[in-house]
């Protein structure tokens, strides 16, 4: 239910930023050459002359047809752009994420378990050191010392290398796909891609899981009904996982939410770094050449993207919290 | 009795690592529980009475440590025992009951499986009569309808329920010692005496011994065969309950004694015995004409709807189901210079009248008449700024949370001063400052301290003292000693009867604890889920209750037997 | 009896020091032996004030100056970074664009810290329809991910650094906002603001002396614990080509020019700013710890 307040901001606040805002757009759109009459053509073309509220009908009614206009540099529609772009990025941002959660979740736990331990000294340095790191000079680092000084990684341009041929679309999931493909060869040479960019991502988004997974545990394990478990005689590994760990959870997948606002922002500059294939670039690019049909998609699609994530989170967060599936 | 007592402890020192260094919270303690036997611990707060049943559970925090002495369970030596071996002992030979019991429990596990870790664990059941099991133990715990709760989260369910949960699990592999550490405290009088009772049954049909953690004694003299009195870490005196109560041998336990509220007493008796004369208590004028007159008085609230998201975001009301009635139509008096006390369990409205009086929230409707003018129609945001403002006034009842943590005590109580009191040159409000804070019996080089530099007793002092300020007529006491400890209570009670007399107040008293309303009372008010059941002398409704409610309040509070 | 097992250490003595200022500075001594990275974060932070004060003036070279007979040099003792591709010293370029990024930083979260905050603790404090509203905004900023939110702002705002600022702002504003209207919100109903309404105080009053100290230094720690958001922000957007333009020196912009040289080996050109970017943002990230402890104790994690 509360997606849909949310949605409803969304798509406002993409209009405001299409029409409202200075810069008329008509210009832009006659190009600078263009005479008066000219300008007041396309104006009208545009549905310019009209007054606001009608403007943003048309705009949604738009939206509802899947039209964000054209892109000027490919020509293409920018929601066609997007889509045969959008498997590239969500590809990088959830390996990234992956990596991220199956580092950081352990090593938050085991620095609350063993709190004032060596562990827990390290969790508190990645924490503060990743969130630290702009995620693209992190990517250049990676670059540098595992392509040009130790040249293990291919070179950092796109998802695959110019001599394999991509696998048949199906999902648009290289790696899915090569294994659908049962090419073993290209899923390799994918993988080495991937890799690098996906570290980036992942240290990037690994220290806030880190350091709420720490604080949570540490808050469960010193709860009444934590100690109630010890005193009950249960096992380390019980009172640790089943008593104090689900209960952490809870902030965990919260801060989720915050975690892929930082990584869906985070993987336009990674993109950019690794000229990875994926829509972030594509944005990036279009901003370069002033081509803002593109950027103002992106930017639409992108929070409908995170929307989603939200709700498909809180879902999450109401199988594991009985107290929310009661309210809502 | 038996030779080998079940559990010994002896000299035990229990030792916590701080900021400020070693803090020693248990020293040389010694004492035994026999099978069988329930002995209470009593002692107020920072005595170290929870520390040594955790220290025996070894359940210590990470900074504590058992530094000294032994604890020896049925033959097993506890201090050094290995922790997979104590782990087998928890919950299975040794089991333990908490306050709070709500926290107490895993809020997102049911608990029905809660209680089958628990057999799994001791090999009590095994996974296919696991079930069977946990039901059968919420039958014993007298939980109605168990095949239903077994499926019942923790929030779902009633504090007393929730306590009688813990006390499944702690029963679930019938051990041979329970300790329950203030197992009542936070639940209603009724409540309590109930699952105390229920406690009492089940632990001796084991033939279980019981250790009750508690600071009342009231409650340990009912339930217990042998008292423990600690004061700051250190067992002061060790006696079988019948003769502790009768003749108390150390100077504090006499103190304790004195200072817990009871009936057949007066509020000078809650203090220790000195030579001189008790003050000779004016006699208080009673003109007939009540001070604050409440008719008909109700609050009621908006029960919250489902869906309220998308209508709040229009602001639309929520479906109007019936409104919650906190309130539902009262009425009663208070006399110049009288003391009306407000009795009830929690939820019976009585804070939410007190605020309402207060002018600080709106009534639904009804009248509320002080001096004569009709306060409950004035909107609670302007009544700030109205004359009869300073003359109600309130106490609250957490001293902590009433004072703001930046400002110092003398701030605090000038404020009103500063606000109501009218121009005054800053000499003269530190005047008024200090002359009040002789009254309420604060030292005057406490007036610069911020209020995490006081006591408890000192911040109650503080709040009470900026109540008195600017001289109130009416002055509306929320549970004013209810996170205090007893000794500090009996204080504070005597200084509000003393300003009383002194400054010619009348007192609304909100409180849930019967004794000490008599004690400080001319008129007792029982409410029950918004309305009045009862009220008359405090003297008539305590010793003859005409409402069966009244009765059952009464009976519920344990008393020491003097 | 408190739940706890740690007994009442805290309770006060009888010689308690009675100012305050002493007593929190003394606090502050405590926290900074205990955490020495405190105390050293706060030095850096103090070389980078510096820095941005009069940099400039202390420069060995003229950042903007290129000469590319010496271009593409590595880090030496004439140039300690080292050369970019048309010669332009990299050190200079580094010290002197401390003061824009530390302008830019300050100033969103200064703006932020003022606008989120005073919505925030009305909309705690007063509820209703200016809570409704405010978290409204909140809720639909959050929508977004939020450095896709700033790169569109900046986008139809039109590319200057002015919108940088007014686009970081906004997207740090929910935090504000939530931060100060959870504050405001428990405290509305606490003791001493009850207390405060029946000593005759006025709600602007209450808000004024009672609420507003008390959030304040919870504020302060926000504001420190974004600053080094708000700088990553900004060279993120300066790195994709937004607000910034070459060749005003500015430390994400640097590392952007620098990348193109990464694959050949050239490293000093993106290394060094963004090292520097990377120690400014783990300098303030440190500081907000280490003031959180001192502000609030029983937070220490």
Redo the contacts between chains.
């Keep these: ?2 997606s ?4 409803i ?2 798509v ?3 209009f405001l ?2 029409r409202v ?3 008329d757009t008509a210009t832009y759109f006659a190009g600078p050459a263009a005479t008066p009459k000219a300008l007041e053509e396309v104006r009208k073309q545009l549905g310019l002359d009209k007054p606001l509220p009608e403007q943003f009908l048309r705009y949604v009614a738009d939206l509802t047809h899947g039209d964000l206009g054209n892109s000027l540099t490919t020509g293409q529609t920018v929601v066609g752009d997007i889509t045969s772009r959008l498997p590239a990025s969500a590809e990088l941002t959830l390996i990234g994420l992956l990596l991220a959660l199956l580092i950081a979740v352990p090593l938050g736990i085991l620095a609350a378990v063993r ?1 004032g331990s060596w562990i827990d000294h390290l969790c508190r340095v990645v924490a ?2 990743g ?7 992190t990517g ?2 990676l ?2 010392v595992f ?2 000084l130790l040249g293990w990684s291919p ?2 341009l796109g998802r695959l290398d110019i001599f394999f041929s991509e696998p048949p679309r199906i999902t648009g999931f290289l790696l899915v796909d090569s294994i659908i493909a049962r090419d073993w060869e290209v899923l390799r040479a994918a993988l080495s891609q991937l890799i690098l960019p996906a570290l980036t991502l992942a240290v990037f988004s690994l220290a806030p899981i880190a350091r709420i997974t ?2 949570s545990m ?1 808050t469960a394990l010193s ?3 934590v ?10 590994i ?1 009172v640790t996982m ?2 104090a760990f ?2 952490a959870m ?1 902030p965990v997948i919260t801060t989720l939410g915050m975690v ?7 993987n ?2 990674v993109e ?2 690794f000229a990875w294939p994926g829509i972030g670039s594509y ?2 690019e279009a ?2 050449a002033s081509d ?1 049909a593109p ?2 998609g ?2 639409l699609a ?2 409908i993207l ?2 989603i994530l ?1 709700l498909a989170i809180d879902l999450l967060y109401g199988v ?4 929310v599936r ?3 | 009795m038996v030779a080998i007592p079940l559990l010994d402890i002896s000299d035990l020192t229990v030792e916590f690592g701080t900021r400020r260094g070693i803090v020693r919270a248990v020293e040389k303690v010694d004492f035994t529980v026999a099978k069988g036997e329930t002995v209470g611990i009593v002692g107020e707060s920072g005595s170290g009475k929870s520390v040594t049943s955790y220290a025996v559970m070894r359940i210590l925090d990470r900074a504590g440590r058992i530094a000294d002495g032994s604890i020896t369970f049925s033959g097993i030596d506890i201090r050094s025992a290995d922790e997979a071996y104590m782990r087998d002992l928890r919950g299975r030979e040794i089991s333990m009951i908490f306050q709070n019991p709500r926290a107490a429990l895993n809020p997102i596990r049911k608990v029905g499986r809660q209680l089958e870790d628990v057999l799994l664990r001791h090999v009590q059941a095994v996974p296919s009569n696991a079930k069977e099991k946990a039901i059968d133990l919420l039958n014993q715990v007298r939980i109605s309808r168990p095949e239903e709760r077994y499926h019942a989260y923790p929030f779902e369910l009633s504090g007393g329920m929730c306590q009688r949960i813990v006390f499944a699990l702690a029963l679930a592999c019938r051990p041979q010692l329970l300790i329950a550490d203030e197992p009542t405290t936070g639940l209603d009088a009724t409540t309590q005496k109930a699952v105390m009772d229920l406690v009492v049954e089940l632990t001796r049909a084991r033939g279980m011994s019981t250790i009750l953690i508690t600071h009342d004694l009231g409650l340990a003299a009912a339930y217990c065969d042998k008292v423990i009195v600690m004061e700051r870490g250190k067992v002061v005196e060790t006696a079988p309950s019948g003769s502790i109560f009768k003749d108390p041998q150390h100077p504090y336990t006499r103190k304790l004694m004195r200072a817990t509220p009871r009936p057949g007493i007066t509020l000078r008796d809650l203090l220790p015995a000195t030579d001189e004369e008790p003050p000779a208590s004016s006699v208080v004028v009673m003109d007939g004409k009540p001070l604050l007159s409440v008719r008909d008085l109700v609050k009621e609230y908006p029960r919250q709807g489902a869906g309220a998201t998308l209508a709040s975001l229009f602001g639309k009301k929520a479906a109007d189901a019936a409104p919650f009635r906190a309130v539902g139509g009262i009425s009663f008096d208070v006399m110049r210079g009288e003391s009306v006390g407000l009795v009830g369990e929690s939820g019976c409205g009585k804070s939410t009248t007190s605020m309402m009086i207060m002018r600080l929230l709106d009534p639904t409707s009804g009248s509320i008449q002080f001096n004569g003018v009709d306060i409950g129609g004035l909107a609670a945001k302007s009544f700030a700024a109205h004359p009869m403002r300073p003359k109600i006034q309130m106490v609250f009842q957490d001293p902590t949370d009433s004072l703001n943590p930046r400002y110092t005590a003398a701030r605090a109580i000038s404020d009103p001063i500063l606000r109501m009191g009218g121009g005054q040159s800053a000499a003269q409000v530190r005047a008024r400052c200090e002359e009040l804070a002789r009254l309420v019996g604060l030292p005057g080089d406490l007036l610069d301290r911020f209020p995490h530099q006081l006591s408890g007793g000192q911040k109650a002092r503080v709040g009470i003292a900026r109540a008195i300020a600017l001289d109130p007529d009416l002055v509306v006491l929320d549970e004013p000693t209810a996170a205090l400890d007893v000794s500090v209570q009996a204080i504070v009670l005597n200084l509000l009867q003393e300003l009383k007399e002194r400054l010619s107040m009348s007192y609304l008293f909100v409180s849930h604890d019967l004794h000490v309303v008599h004690l400080l009372c001319d008129r007792v008010i029982v409410m029950r889920n918004g309305a009045i059941v009862e009220q008359g002398s405090a003297d008539r409704v305590l010793s003859h209750p005409e409402h069966e409610y009244t009765r059952e309040l009464l009976a519920a509070v344990p008393t020491p037997p003097v | 009896m408190s739940a706890s097992t740690i007994p009442d250490a805290a309770a006060p003595a009888g010689s308690q020091r009675l100012a305050p200022i002493k007593s929190l500075f003394s606090h502050a001594r405590y926290i900074v032996g205990d955490n020495p990275v405190t105390g050293l974060s706060f030095g850096l932070f103090m070389l980078f004030l510096v820095c941005a004060l009069i940099g400039p003036y202390l420069v060995p070279h003229d950042p903007l100056a290129s000469d590319t007979m010496a271009a593409l040099q590595r880090p030496s003792l004439r140039h300690l970074f080292g050369t970019d591709q048309l010669g332009r010293d990299i050190f200079s370029r580094v010290i002197v664009a401390t003061r824009l990024d530390m302008t830019i930083a300050i100033s969103s979260v200064a703006l932020v810290f003022v606008l989120g905050g005073l919505a925030g603790i009305a909309a705690g404090f007063y509820g209703g329809w200016t809570d409704r509203i405010v978290g409204r905004i909140g809720d639909t900023i959050m929508a977004f991910p939020l450095f896709v939110l700033a790169m569109g702002i900046v986008a139809a705002l039109g590319n200057t650094v002015t919108n940088i600022v007014i686009a970081t702002a906004i997207i740090n504003f929910p935090l504000y906002a939530r931060l100060a209207r959870a504050e405001a919100n428990v405290r509305r109903e606490a003791g001493f603001v009850q207390a405060a309404r029946l000593t005759g105080n006025s709600d602007a009053r209450i808000l004024l002396t009672q609420i507003m100290p008390n959030i304040l230094p919870i504020m302060m720690v926000q504001m420190s614990l974004t600053m080094g958001y708000a700088i990553l922000n900004a060279a993120g957007l300066s790195f994709i080509g937004l607000g910034v333009r070459p060749p005003t020196p500015e430390w994400g912009i640097m590392v952007a020019e620098g990348s193109a040289f990464i694959v050949s080996g050239e490293w000093w050109i993106a290394l060094f700013p963004g090292l520097t970017l990377m120690l400014a943002v783990f300098c303030f990230n440190l500081l907000g710890d280490g003031l959180r402890d001192i502000v609030d104790p029983l937070r220490r994690t």
């Design positions: 239910m509360t849909i307040p949310s949605l901001g969304v406002i606040v993409s930023l299409t805002l200075p810069g709190q503060t050191a969130v630290s790191l702009p995620v693209f000079f250049l680092l670059v540098y392509y040009f070179a950092p720490r604080a540490l709860s009444d009904f100690r109630t478990a010890r005193a009950s005689g249960l096992k380390p019980t089943t008593y689900r209960n809870l892929f606002s930082f990584l869906l922002g985070a336009v500059l950019k770094v944005a990036v901003l370069i803002f950027v103002q992106f930017v992108m929070a995170y929307v939200n594991i919290d009985p107290r009661v309210t809502t």
